[in-house]
């Protein structure tokens, strides 16, 4: 079993920044691949960015591309999302996901939440403008 805890949500300023990071439990997580999504109040969840468990290779929704960057750190067993330019429409709840992989890969990584065993409880992220 997989455990996932967000933290770093909050009330921010158009334009402004923040870091989100999330924490896993067990003792494979180089060999998860990590995602982001976010759900805003009356929207479906949505696809923000994702990291190879290796943390070489990532991938972002065009609509933070530029703005978003998700890391890892695999000696901490996290993963983060710093958030800079926020706009109004950021504002949503953000989730990380863990996909389970049977080796560490430099390459894989999914935008599909379908592909993901495990999801956090998801934090807050409020943009006012």
């Known amino acids: 079993q997989v455990q996932l805890v967000e933290s770093g949500g909050g009330l921010v300023q158009t334009g402004g920044s923040l870091r989100l990071s999330c924490a896993a439990s067990?003792?494979?997580?180089?060999?998860?691949?990590m995602g982001w999504f976010r759900q805003a109040p009356g929207k479906v969840r949505e696809f923000v960015a994702a990291?190879?468990?290796?943390?070489?290779?990532?991938y972002y929704a065009d609509s933070v591309k530029g703005r978003f960057t998700i890391s890892r750190d695999n000696a901490k067993n996290t993963v983060s999302l710093q958030m800079n330019s926020l706009k109004p429409e950021d504002t949503a709840v953000y989730y990380c996901?863990?996909?389970?992989?049977?080796?560490?890969?430099?390459?894989?990584?999914?935008?599909?939440?379908?592909?993901?065993?495990?999801w956090g409880q998801g934090t807050q992220v409020t943009v006012a403008s």
């Open positions: 990291i190879s468990s290796s943390g070489s290779s990532t």
């Open positions: 067990g003792h494979s997580f180089s060999r998860y691949a």
């Open positions: 996901a863990a996909q389970v992989l049977p080796y560490s890969s430099g390459t894989y990584y999914s935008p599909n939440e379908n592909q993901y065993n495990y």
